[in-house]
C-alpha cells in the first residue's frame, strides 16, 4: 500500500478561480478526513466520509467548498471562487474502524489517523 | 465544545537533555488522546496514544500518560537527540458519536548538537 496521496502537492491560482484537490487513501480505510492547516497552527477539522456518506461538516466549511466522496474510494475538495484567506495547507487523512463495539470501536479503541503530505494553496 | 491547548513554542535543548512538552484538553466523556508528529518536509504521523485513563502511550522513547483528573496528556523524553527536531501536535478523538480529531496547536522543538 502507497498509503494516503494527495494531488497536487501545489496549486498557484489566482483570486475568484476555482480549484479541485484530489485525495486517494489507503484502500481499507473506509474513513477520509479534509483538515486545513495554516502556518504555526495545528490541523483544523473541515469534514469527514465514511464510505461515501458525509457525515460531519465544520462550521469552517462555507458554501464555497465542497467535499464529494461518490464511491466511497477517493475523495475530491472543490474551493470555488477562491480568496486570499483560503490560502493554506488542505490535508487528507483515512483511518480504518475496528471491527466490534458500538459505531464500529471497540472498547478502548482509538481512531488513528493516517495523513498524506497536504496540497498547498496560494491564492495570488 | 472539545478543544486542545499544548504549551507554545519553539522548544530549543542541546542533545541528551530532557523534554516536556504540555498538553492539556477539554472534552466530555472519554475521549482518546494522541501525539502526532511532524518532521521537517514530511507529513503528519502518529507518534503515540491513550485510551483509557492511565494509559501510558509510548514510542521511539516518547511517552505520555493518560490523566483524567488533571485532563492532561504530556509528552516526556529522558534523552533528546538531534534527530527529535520536529512540530509536536497533541489531539483527542472521541469515541462515540462522531469521530473528528481535534489538533493542539503545535509545539516546535529544536535540539542542539
Known amino acids: 500500500d502507497t498509503g494516503v496521496s494527495q494531488d497536487p502537492r501545489h496549486k498557484i491560482t489566482k483570486r475568484g478561480q476555482n480549484v479541485t484537490f484530489r485525495c486517494d487513501p489507503i484502500s481499507e480505510h473506509n474513513r477520509l478526513y479534509w483538515y486545513r492547516q495554516t502556518l504555526g497552527q495545528g490541523p483544523e477539522f473541515l469534514t469527514y466520509f465514511q464510505n461515501e456518506a458525509q457525515l460531519e461538516k465544520s462550521r469552517l466549511l462555507s458554501d464555497r467548498f465542497s467535499a464529494e466522496r461518490p464511491k466511497g474510494s477517493f475523495s475530491t475538495l472543490e474551493i470555488q471562487r477562491t480568496e486570499q484567506g483560503d490560502s493554506a495547507m488542505y490535508l487528507c487523512a483515512s483511518s480504518l474502524p475496528r471491527p466490534g463495539g458500538t459505531s464500529g470501536q471497540p472498547s478502548g479503541g482509538a481512531n488513528v489517523l493516517t495523513f498524506g503530505a497536504g496540497s498547498r494553496l496560494t491564492v495570488l | 465544545g472539545d478543544s486542545v491547548t499544548q504549551m507554545e513554542g519553539p522548544v530549543t535543548l542541546s542533545e541528551e537533555a530532557f523534554l516536556t512538552i504540555n498538553c492539556t484538553y477539554t472534552?466530555?466523556?472519554?475521549?482518546?488522546l494522541f501525539w502526532y508528529v511532524q518532521y521537517p518536509g514530511e507529513g503528519l504521523q502518529l507518534l503515540l496514544k491513550?485510551?483509557?485513563?492511565?494509559d501510558k502511550g509510548s514510542n521511539k522513547g516518547f511517552e505520555a500518560t493518560y490523566r483524567k483528573e488533571t485532563t492532561s496528556f504530556h509528552l516526556e523524553k529522558g534523552s533528546v537527540q538531534v534527530s527529535d527536531s520536529a512540530v509536536y501536535f497533541c489531539?483527542?478523538?472521541?469515541?462515540?458519536?462522531?469521530?473528528?480529531?481535534?489538533f493542539g496547536a503545535g509545539t516546535r522543538l529544536f535540539v542542539k548538537a
Open positions: 472534552a466530555t466523556g472519554y475521549p482518546s
Open positions: 489531539a483527542l478523538s472521541r469515541n462515540t458519536g462522531g469521530f473528528k480529531t481535534i
Open positions: 491513550a485510551t483509557k485513563a492511565d
